[in-house]
């Protein structure tokens, strides 16, 4: 329909032809007065060509929308004689100038089609992925086109799948001869037929409004890959691809907002046609979140964490945390299991946006969610996730990394003062020298960074490296996802790096200085005022018995810390129970009291 839409402002002269693989598609179009388009079932074609409908129940909706391309092309030509001329368009494409130039460059020829375009680095796929585009051909009514549609249509009821095989992909390999074999003309014009592939290489500029790609009009786009979900989460391509901010402005965005506006046409026809649900079980690869984009989550910092069932509490706390000292702020949720992403969806939390482990767990991830340990692989999941949310989203300026085990007892606001402008915000251990060497100089649980290059090319550097190792175990200098953080300062010099020290202090350095408690109830660590404390360690025993921290026996002047946060995981607990009280037993931990160096009794 937005490829209807966009001929309807740019061409008046044309015909189009709707092939509806859906009864419900026909009935739908069917109802919307189109009046320069014919509709035709699927159904009418493959009454009409027996064969092909031999070959549907072996193959896949998309590979059977392949395979009906020149089966329909055919079907056009026999049944509807004034058609002197077709051109194939895939659903996803849309004009966004006038189509003229396509038929002044076609000319005489009696085949035309579009090259992929890859760059030098990509030139092997010319023989895995084809060297032109199919979601693009055009074919005049003679001979050479209906010998070479006919010779098509035998070749994709033979062999038409999404998968590698003896030299094949789909249908596109099949057209790499079409020059040679067929005397097909290939569009010269970079305007047409563009995609993600095409411009990620391409110079994209705009004057009076018209996009230009190297100096040629945008005609039109191909945006293959997108994913519509629930009218504010997309996909912009499912395929890596690396897109320009420009590009997502000028092309995506009025994309998007065109298709709200066509789902809401839509739905005052068939209220139910296009069911309104987030993408929790959908990997979303170049994700986008309107909201966000639109001013809509506030105006106030954006931070984002990581939940499993086992810190659900404590991120439950950490969160609470955030809404009594601070007064704007979002905060994005990775649930890394079922658990914690059912949980939280009963409980809607505002100022809450829940990312499901599917939407980012990409192949790589998938793999090395078998490999690794679960804290490992949840190391590994940080740099990803900050990755995912910044890579697309152009209005999130920066996002704060915290473990979910920290605890504000200031506003955020404190970080983000001392931040400033630079790229890159990090917060010591204060480790001694033999410690710092294994385990690094700064800490992972906190981490900032900006969304311009400093900062994106040290995300980069961090999440390549995770990818490749992350274990607890100290390896050539290694550990964890946080050893590589000391290589940060060889990458920028954009780097805050805060000399708070009650900014993510933690058991490893609280006896190291003292906690005092100001005239106005607030706590102080070593003259610092306590901004956020890292309750590494802590463990849920059962509703009311915990462990403060498994690690080391904690100093007596850390007591007024512990005592502010049992009093909020106390709160948490009661929440819970009102919510789902079946949930508490899955994250509680059987252990010995006796056995344990900072056992406490909670009061619920």
Request: net charge positive; charged share 25%; aromatic share 14%.
């Amino acid at each position: 329909m937005l490829l209807y839409e966009s001929l309807l402002k740019w061409d008046k002269d044309f015909h189009f032809f709707f092939i509806c693989l859906h009864p419900e598609v026909e009935e739908l179009y069917k109802k919307m007065d189109l009046n320069k388009a014919t509709i035709i079932p699927l159904s009418a074609i493959e009454e009409q060509d027996p064969e092909l409908l031999t070959v549907k129940d072996s193959r896949n909706e998309k590979e059977y929308a392949w395979t009906v391309k020149a089966s329909v092309m055919l079907h056009l030509f026999r049944n509807y004689p004034e058609t002197d001329h077709i051109v194939w368009l895939d659903g996803d494409t849309c004009f966004y100038s006038d189509p003229q130039p396509i038929f002044d460059e076609w000319g005489h020829q009696s085949i035309v089609l579009t090259e992929e375009k890859w760059s030098e680095a990509n030139k092997k796929r010319r023989h895995t992925r084809g060297i032109f585009n199919t979601g693009f051909m055009g074919f005049k009514r003679d001979s050479h086109a209906l010998n070479c549609l006919k010779w098509f249509r035998r070749k994709l009821i033979q062999w038409c799948y999404d998968r590698l095989e003896d030299g094949l992909w789909s249908d596109q390999l099949y057209v790499n001869d079409w020059p040679t074999r067929f005397g097909a003309g290939i569009i010269r014009n970079i305007g047409v037929n563009v995609g993600p592939c095409i411009i990620r290489d391409c110079t994209v500029t705009r004057q009076d409004g018209e996009i230009y790609v190297n100096g040629e009009k945008l005609i039109f786009y191909h945006s293959y890959g997108f994913r519509y979900y629930d009218g504010n989460e997309f996909d912009l391509c499912s395929y890596i691809i690396n897109l320009e901010d420009k590009v997502i402005k000028w092309i995506y965005l009025p994309y998007i907002e065109a298709c709200r506006q066509m789902v809401a046409r839509i739905r005052r026809i068939d209220k139910d046609f296009y069911p309104e649900t987030r993408p929790r079980r959908q990997f979303i690869r170049n994700y986008y979140n309107l909201e966000a984009n639109a001013g809509g989550l506030g105006s106030g910092p954006h931070i984002c964490t990581l939940f499993t069932k086992d810190y659900l509490i404590q991120g439950l706390a950490l969160y609470n945390s955030l809404k009594e000292t601070t007064s704007q702020f979002h905060l994005w949720i990775l649930c890394v299991d079922d658990e914690a992403y059912d949980l939280l969806a009963k409980m809607n939390l505002p100022r809450v946006t829940l990312i499901s482990l599917d939407n980012v767990k990409n192949e790589r991830l998938a793999v090395l969610e078998k490999e690794r340990q679960a804290n490992e692989f949840c190391w590994t999941l940080k740099a990803s996730f900050i990755t995912f949310l910044l890579k697309n989203n152009l209005n999130l300026g920066s996002m704060l990394y915290v473990d979910a085990d920290l605890y504000f007892f200031r506003d955020v606001q404190y970080i983000y003062r001392e931040w400033g402008q630079q790229s890159l915000f990090l917060t010591k251990l204060w480790l001694g020298p033999n410690w710092a060497r294994k385990v690094g100089a700064f800490s992972a649980g906190l981490i900032g960074f900006k969304r311009d290059l400093a900062g994106r090319r040290s995300l980069g550097f961090w999440r390549r490296n995770c990818l490749k190792w992350c274990s607890e175990r100290p390896d050539r200098g290694r550990w964890g996802d946080q050893k590589y953080l000391d290589h940060f300062p060889d990458i920028t010099n954009r780097i805050t790096i805060s000399a708070n020290k009650g900014i993510n202090t933690g058991p490893w350095n609280i006896r190291k200085g003292t906690v005092v408690q100001g005239k106005d109830r607030m706590l102080f660590f070593e003259n610092f005022p306590l901004v956020c404390y890292h309750f590494s360690g802590f463990e849920l025993l059962s509703d009311t018995e915990v462990e403060l921290c498994n690690r080391k026996t904690l100093p007596a002047h850390a007591e007024a810390i512990y005592t502010a946060y049992l009093r909020a995981i106390g709160k948490v607990i009661a929440q819970i129970k009102a919510v789902d009280a079946d949930f508490l037993p899955k994250v509680f931990r059987d252990k010995d009291p006796l056995q344990l160096r900072n056992y406490r009794r909670l009061q619920v």
